[in-house]
């Protein structure tokens, strides 16, 4: 059975840092892997998705790579702003499962100002 | 585009009754699905719909039915509530299986 994994639970640092949050899984023919936001009393946003074939995805300050092999995922945050606090969210998507997610507990990253 | 949306955002329900929560998206998106987010437990699958007329079971779907009568429309039913079910409740859609999710507010739900 698949498992996701994020360590640590909660992350604080001070603004302008550049952090690495992590993300585990148990079974690596996973077909995608995502990497979502959810702020307090909201829904989550897609950040980035990278595909199994993929080694990583960046969009603006964020880079996720993946390591299908080790099942391993990190989400790399550039330049930490008080407005990056927040969940985030890793999940994966298992091969044939059409799309059914399997999340981890998420990380709570507070950046200070 | 108002993406995905869910109603209610908030209800109080005593054991014993039973409610609809309503997802709805405008992005012509085939997949739609249920999640229950509980501390400590993550977000899991309640059911799923790979398009209009069709549901399936995810990985908690006990005490919990769904219909998907319209592609834009995913509705999950809670016959009689029990407290375990005290959850906030997440709708999402995705354009085929493969593709990201989008996710709706949330529906807070506590049943006493």
């Known amino acids: 059975k698949q498992e996701v994994t994020q360590i640590p639970a909660a992350l604080s640092v001070p603004e302008g840092e550049n952090l690495v949050l992590n993300c585990s899984f148990t079974?690596?023919?996973?077909?995608?892997l995502q990497w979502f936001r959810q702020d307090p009393g909201k829904g989550l946003t897609s950040l980035l998705l990278?595909?199994?074939?993929?080694r990583e995805q960046t969009s603006g300050r964020l880079n996720a790579s993946l390591d299908k092999s080790s099942g391993r995922s990190t989400l790399y945050i550039a330049a930490s702003q008080p407005g990056d606090s927040a969940t985030y969210l890793c999940?994966?998507?298992?091969?044939?499962?059409?799309?059914?997610?399997?999340f981890g507990q998420g990380t709570e990253l507070s950046v200070k100002p | 585009n108002a993406g995905v949306t869910q109603t209610p955002k908030f209800r109080v329900l005593k054991t014993g009754q039973s409610m609809t929560l309503l997802c709805a998206q405008d992005?012509?998106?085939?997949?739609m699905y249920w999640y229950r987010q509980d501390p400590g437990m993550g977000l899991r699958l309640i059911h799923y719909?790979?398009?209009?007329?069709?549901?399936a079971k995810g990985e908690v779907p006990d005490g919990y039915n769904v219909s998907r009568l319209k592609k834009q429309n995913f509705l999950l039913g809670l016959e009689s509530a029990a407290p375990s079910q005290t959850s906030v409740y997440f709708c999402?859609?995705?354009?085929?299986?493969?593709?990201?999710?989008?996710f709706g507010p949330g529906t807070r739900l506590t049943v006493t």
């Open positions: 992005m012509n998106h085939e997949y």
């Open positions: 990278i595909q199994s074939s993929q």
């Open positions: 999940a994966v998507d298992m091969k044939g499962w059409g799309g059914k997610l399997i």
């Open positions: 079974d690596s023919a996973i077909y995608n």
């Open positions: 719909s790979v398009g209009e007329g069709t549901t």
């Open positions: 999402a859609s995705s354009y085929l299986g493969q593709y990201e999710q989008y």
